[in-house]
């Protein structure tokens, strides 16, 4: 079992920055795809990103490309989403999420992640 934890979340104004961080105990992030998924009030949990395994395929939703940027650190210990020039469009839990995956690809389906933090709420005020 992998347990996942999020932090940085908070409330930012629009345009602003935040960076997100997930960490699992006692884990080595760098053997697991990591995606990072969002849900608003009402909404479904939607996808915002993805790193490989390897770290050699990143991707994005469309809707974040070129503001939002994920990252590992070198230790392979954690694993960060920056979020610039936020949007209120962008309030929601974010949530991080693992893929035991032995190959070097990224998925963006929800069913694909075998383990899940429990989130961190960002909220972008106008």
């Known amino acids: 079992q992998v347990q996942l934890v999020e932090s940085g979340g908070g409330l930012v104004q629009t345009g602003g920055s935040l960076r997100l961080s997930c960490v699992a105990a006692g884990r080595i992030l760098s053997s697991y795809a990591m995606g990072w998924f969002r849900q608003a009030p009402g909404k479904e949990r939607e996808f915002v990103g993805a790193?490989?395994?390897?770290?050699?395929?990143?991707q994005y939703a469309d809707s974040v490309k070129g503001r939002f940027a994920i990252s590992r650190d070198s230790a392979g210990r954690t694993v960060y989403l920056q979020m610039n020039s936020l949007k209120p469009e962008d309030t929601a839990v974010y949530y991080c999420?693992?893929?035991?995956?032995?190959?070097?690809?990224?998925?963006?389906?929800?069913?694909?992640?075998?383990?899940w933090g429990q989130g961190t709420q960002v909220t972008v005020s106008s």
């Open positions: 790193i490989s395994r390897g770290g050699g395929n990143i």
């Open positions: 999420a693992a893929d035991a995956r032995l190959d070097d690809r990224v998925e963006v389906t929800t069913a694909t992640y075998d383990f």
